[in-house]
């Protein structure tokens, strides 16, 4: 007997028949099949009951109803919401995206002091009770001292309870600086105030619109509220409404209307005047309003005595088509076309507004615009503009103002604006750099993120190393959480009671209940508490300003009645207000429509925009529904969708011509360097034959210097670093388009 | 001849030598072959047969011991009165603490394990970790409603008679893929005397074909992978 070679080979050949005849490797395979398909890293929905909540969602003005399904309390997704008046169940792109912005890794999960140099990023985390007691022991001080107007506040908006308890805030303290984002609808403000005589927002009633003549707006790019902007256009398109888009860029809004008219940027109201110099010329405007509900058509006596010349006159005199045309680049005969074809529409509407409005953008524009809709009529009518009245808070008892705060209030704005008013933050880094006025001491933020979104981002940073204190609300770490000193973190929009009142442009009063989908995940406040807690530990008239014991009960006070109906339906429309008609509605000192306010005058050069002629060319920023630009940075999905014509790995593109590339010797993907007055930056080139020949296209949105976690971050430039701010002569507010800037091949 | 030649026919000599030695011993070394076979099967049967599953599961126990009798005689409707449905049709599975507090907000009897549930559950307010045999793996989409309400289906086709149990038995959890044993079944070869010995997709297509029951996706009205594996 002998054990050899074969008999290992005979065992080998018995394990094997074994093992196959034994269940082994059948079951194995089957487990690791079923393994692989259960990586531990997999998202995988929770087990337990789904439900949806409603709510509205709030990163952008545009005020969706949302539907949020949750499985247990994990969110899943996010929905638009069936049967709410907005966006009618639709959704936007970073609406779908919300839930990112709740897990994401960029939140702020306590309250924060600053430790390390300011911007350098090193914290130490400290309670609510420590934030509060030191804050309010620094702004004691400075009411004491009698400085209570060295205080200032930035919020994202100037409507909406919350910004209202900020203003409140700032008011019971003593401090004149409230300041707001601006946007469009504040120049349209201006606009219905100068030639309308009310204080209101604009209304347009785009869905019964027929013509709709767009001065750049990017009614596809998320100007207005972008979901009802959509819908709006299923509908032009559903009943052959004719669309016809003025811009110097082939954006998705030009792509998709009827005509794409390429203009010179700037030049859009001396187009809107060339419009309506053919209008009057050949009789084509609305007889009946001009004559009967108007006033400043023709020249007119003022109560001085002077002989003003009226809009009639000066539009005849000086913007006959062959002048437009030289000034914007457009053909006189298609100057004509566009107007005939205005005015015999059945219900003209022009807008303004470049890109998604993030500018207030030129007054005189706007006027332009306004002035053509009141031509053919379309002011307070089916398918026009209707001016919708602002609603602030009823239910709240007024400020009683103690003597420090009279006395704050008394002091002029630090910007230079007139009292009670909303303001220009775009002279807020100035007024603090020039050091003409009064010092800021303290500066609080909520809901806004000016040292990325205001334009020359540089000068801004300049002008908050000025300011000793500057305290942030913020939900993320963001570019001027990241520079503040102290960092009390806002619930996120899915973890607080707010209203959401109605969006730009929107035509019905609407207020929408933003409320708690999910219980707060980190150590955050709602802002409202914040600001109550802050009252309350400066007592004296401050805190008796804000008697409430939290936000919920001070936001049932200001909702008041609405109160029920918002929490069955979700949102509340004021359906019965009846808009009132031609005979009733002006309420300037004539009672009239008025064509030319003093404030208003035609025949004025355009905004000019900053660069000389060393810059041959001229930079625009334009802004896309997959570029989130405001206050919240660009989500990842989001930033999925971005094509790679726009951003590639870290490097963003700039449009420009193919003529102009070839005149700068430039080819697609070269790398360059985009330079203007205010900064420079290395961007890649790509061609495109949709923008003007001598401009150069840049995108809001990318280029976040905070954020950090890898998503968000040093993706691109921000466009806002190179564009400095230019002040509209007769608002005060920026009305930068763009600005000049060169190439040069890196 | 070279010196390559020579060599060769040394190799061929050597080989042909060593050929006619084994044919001698073929008797004896033939039996160790077999013998060896048979080591290695027997060998390798037992490691796939018995100790295999071993290995394969752990064993863990439930973190209450439920009696299930107990509790089917106090209750009016049955499995559904606490494996209930959900008001939007969706099955809501091992009921939650709330459930279970509707009756045992205060010990009712005597008993060692409920006095545990509710000293350690109930007045924490901790939901307890239950472990679910029927658990099927994610990628399995699977509707009660559908086989329940409306194909009429008895709870024990698939679950067994497991309401007639009076204590848990140890919750057996695949290693390698973490789901319980019920699912493949305790045959560690798979076979089954009854409809709720397996858990498997063979299972459902054979009782699905038994019936002749063919229904199609209520997305795409089509048959095939997509009406269970969404």
């Given amino acids: 007997m002998k054990i050899d070679r074969r008999s290992f080979l005979s065992l080998g050949v018995g394990v094997a028949a074994g093992t196959a005849l034994s269940p082994l490797p059948w079951k194995l395979t089957d487990d690791l099949s079923i393994w692989t398909q259960n990586w531990p890293w997999t998202p995988v929905p929770e087990i337990g009951e789904s439900s949806f909540v409603n709510s509205v969602c709030t990163l952008c003005p545009g005020g969706c109803g949302i539907s949020v399904r949750k499985v247990e309390d994990r969110g899943i997704k996010i929905e638009g919401m069936k049967g709410h008046p907005v966006n009618q169940g639709g959704i936007c792109a970073l609406g779908l995206s919300g839930l990112q912005l709740l897990y994401g890794p960029t939140r702020i999960k306590t309250p924060l002091k600053r430790v390390g140099k300011r911007g350098d990023g090193q914290w130490a985390k400290i309670s609510w009770d420590e934030a509060i007691s030191e804050i309010t022991e620094k702004l004691d001080g400075l009411r004491i001292s009698g400085n209570s107007h060295t205080v200032a506040g930035i919020a994202g908006s100037r409507h909406g309870t919350v910004s209202q308890l900020f203003s409140r805030f700032l008011m019971a303290f003593g401090s004149p600086n409230f300041f707001h984002t601006p946007s469009i609808a504040d120049t349209y403000q201006l606009a219905l105030q100068y030639m309308n005589g009310v204080s209101a927002a604009p209304g347009f009633d785009l869905e019964n619109a027929d013509f709709i003549l767009s001065f750049g707006c990017g009614l596809l790019e998320g100007w207005g509220a972008p979901v009802r902007m959509f819908k709006a256009n299923t509908g032009w398109k559903k009943n052959r409404a004719r669309v016809i888009q003025i811009e110097s860029r082939l954006s998705c809004t030009a792509a998709k209307s009827d005509r794409w008219i390429a203009i010179i940027p700037g030049t859009e109201a001396a187009l809107a005047l060339g419009v309506a110099h053919v209008l009057i010329k050949e009789m084509l405007y609305n007889k009946d309003f001009v004559d009967n509900y108007a006033q400043g058509f023709e020249s007119f006596v003022t109560d001085n005595g002077e002989i003003k010349k009226g809009f009639k006159q000066t539009v005849l005199e000086e913007y006959s088509p062959e002048t437009v045309a030289r000034v914007t680049g457009i053909d006189p005969s298609a100057i004509i076309l566009l107007a005939r074809e205005f005015a015999n529409a059945k219900a003209p509407l022009a807008l303004c507004g470049k890109g998604q409005g993030k500018v207030p953008g030129s007054l005189s524009e706007a006027m332009s615009v306004h002035a053509l809709n009141a031509l053919v009529g379309s002011v307070n009518r089916k398918g026009g503009v209707f001016p919708m009245p602002a609603m602030e808070v009823q239910g709240w008892a007024e400020v009683g103002m103690d003597t420090i705060a009279s006395a704050g209030m008394n002091q002029p704005r630090i910007d230079g604006a007139p009292p009670n008013s909303p303001g220009c933050i775009n002279q807020l880094p100035s007024a603090i750099l020039s050091g003409k006025g009064y010092p800021l001491n303290v500066l609080f933020v909520l809901e806004s993120n000016p040292l990325y979104t205001m334009a020359d981002s540089k000068t801004v940073k300049d002008a908050f190393d000025k300011i000793p204190f500057v305290v942030s609300l913020s939900s993320f770490m963001d570019e001027t959480a990241q520079y503040a000193d102290i960092v009390m973190p806002n619930h996120i929009y899915l973890e607080r009671l707010e209203d959401a009142p109605t969006p730009m442009g929107y035509n019905k009063s609407i207020i929408s209940l933003s409320k708690p989908v999910f219980k707060p995940r980190l150590n955050t406040k709602h802002a409202g508490d914040t600001l109550i807690l802050l009252a309350k530990g400066l007592g004296g008239g401050v805190a008796e300003a804000f008697p409430w014991k939290n936000f919920e009960a001070c936001f049932e006070q200001a909702m008041g009645d609405k109160m029920k109906t918002l929490k069955k339906n979700g949102f509340w429309v004021d359906s019965d207000a009846v808009l009132p008609d031609w005979e009733s509605t002006f309420k300037t000192a004539s009672g009239k429509f008025q064509f030319a306010p003093a404030e208003f005058s035609p025949g004025v050069a355009p905004v000019k925009i900053e660069g000389d002629s060393t810059f041959q060319l001229l930079l625009i920023p334009y802004e896309t529904m997959r570029l989130s630009c405001g206050y919240i940075a660009n989500p990842p999905f989001l930033t999925k969708t971005v094509e790679d014509t726009i951003l590639k790995q870290n490097d963003c593109f700039i449009e420009i011509n193919p003529k102009t590339a070839q005149s700068n010797q430039l080819t697609e993907g070269d790398v360059v360097v985009l330079q203007t007055p205010r900064g420079q930056a290395r961007v890649r080139v790509h061609l495109e034959e949709g923008i003007m020949p001598g401009m150069v296209a840049l995108p809001r949105g990318l280029g976040h210097t905070a954020h950090g976690g890898g998503y968000i971050a040093n993706k691109g430039i921000n466009a806002n670093r190179l564009i400095g701010p230019v002040q509209d002569p007769v608002s005060g507010m920026d009305a930068a388009w763009g600005i000049r800037a060169k190439l040069s091949k890196a | ?230």
């Fill in chain 2, 1 to 230: 001849m070279s010196e390559i030649d020579d060599k060769t026919q040394a190799v061929s000599k050597k080989a042909v030598s060593s050929t006619h030695g084994q044919r001698r011993e073929d008797g004896g070394s033939g039996g160790v072959i077999i013998l060896f076979f048979i080591v290695g099967l027997v060998a390798s049967l037992v490691v796939g047969w018995v100790l295999f599953p071993k290995l394969l599961y752990s064993q863990k126990k439930q973190p209450i011991d439920f009696n299930h009798t107990l509790h089917n005689t106090l209750v009016g409707n049955g499995c559904e009165s606490c494996h209930s449905f959900r008001e939007d049709g969706s099955y809501s599975g091992v009921p939650k603490l709330a459930q279970c507090i509707e009756c045992h907000e205060e010990v009712q009897s005597s008993n060692p394990e409920e006095i545990r549930f509710v000293e350690q559950y109930v007045k924490k307010g901790i939901e307890v970790p239950w472990l679910v045999y029927a658990r099927q793996p994610d990628c399995v989409f699977f509707s009660h409603a559908a086989h329940v309400k409306s194909a009429k289906m008895d709870c024990a086709t698939c679950h067994g008679p497991i309401g007639e149990s009076e204590s848990m038995k140890p919750y057996q959890q695949n290693r390698i893929t973490g789901y319980s044993r019920d699912i493949w079944g305790e045959n560690i070869g798979g076979f089954k005397k009854n409809t709720w010995d397996r858990m498997k997709m063979d299972d459902c297509s054979e009782c699905h074909q038994k019936k002749k029951v063919v229904i199609g996706s209520v997305q795409t009205q089509k048959e095939g992978c997509f009406v269970c594996h969404k």
